[in-house]
């Protein structure tokens, strides 16, 4: 059965790092498109960042030159380096897997969702 399990998260001070982790099962991960979103309390989710299967990333403004999505295919394993954590990263964050066909048609995943608080 096909599915993504999160991994990291938790509670940070403001300045400081984490790294969350995607890992998938019953899908052929290198293929697929790999993002992470978020969605803090009373927002729409956004994209954060995301990777292509040819390793093209994509940032949102408010993390590039802090966060690094990266994946490793051999692994099945998508990760989201956080650094220089500030106060409004805060919120739950998801991962998803998508793979899109020529007609349209699509699959796509979702990781369960990790809470990320950045405080003092």
């Known amino acids: 059965q096909e599915h993504l399990v999160q991994s990291g998260g938790g509670l940070v001070q403001p300045g400081g790092s984490l790294r969350l982790s995607c890992s998938a099962s019953?899908?052929?991960?290198?293929?697929?498109?790999s993002g992470w979103y978020r969605q803090a309390p009373g927002k729409q989710r956004e994209l954060v960042a995301s990777i292509t299967s040819g390793g093209i990333t994509n940032y949102t403004d408010s993390v590039k030159g802090r966060f690094i999505i990266s994946r490793d295919n051999a692994r099945n394993t998508g990760y989201l380096q956080m650094n220089s954590l500030k106060p409004e990263d805060t919120a739950v964050y998801y991962c998803m897997a998508r793979f899109a066909f020529a007609n349209g048609d699509a699959y796509e995943y979702w990781g369960q969702g990790t809470q990320v608080t950045v405080s003092s």
């Open positions: 019953g899908i052929t991960f290198g293929i697929y498109t």
